[in-house]
């Protein structure tokens, strides 16, 4: 994972998140709000952790993964998706997954200290 890792390791995890991204954004070409139209459907559901996972990520790792120039139809469907009524009401608290998530950090770095 490129928020927990380093040098070359973290370029590589990187690049393959962006890969990862650049074919959602391939999918959510000439869509509309969602995978499937109008509505969220079983995909939105599936990749939905994404929308509110990956800006603690990038946070955490200080690390830029979704640049929306590059990015737009997954831009805008990470904010259609966050807005819809029925998951902004269910989202877990950002303090505890950032909490979470720079704890992860700190032991695999610590851990990755421990190899070199």
């Known amino acids: 994972m490129a928020t927990c890792s380093q040098g ?3 370029k ?11 074919k959602i954004e391939g999918e959510l070409k000439g869509k509309d709000k969602f995978f499937g139209g109008e509505n969220i459907g079983y995909l939105d559901l599936v990749l ?4 509110y996972i990956l800006p ?8 830029t993964i979704l640049n929306p120039v590059q990015f737009p139809c997954t831009t805008a469907w ?8 029925v998951i902004k009401e269910d989202l ?11 704890n ?9 200290a421990k190899k070199g």
Do not use: C
């Open 8 to 10: 070359d390791e973290k």
């Open 12 to 22: 590589l995890y990187l690049q393959s998140a962006i890969e990862d991204l650049e």
């Open 48 to 51: 939905g952790w994404i929308t």
């Open 56 to 63: 603690v990520w990038e946070e955490v790792g200080s690390i």
């Open 78 to 85: 990470i904010q259609n998706f966050l807005n819809h009524p």
């Open 92 to 102: 877990p608290p950002r303090e505890k997954m950032d909490v979470y998530f720079r």
């Open 104 to 112: 992860k950090r700190v032991a695999a770095l610590q851990a990755y």
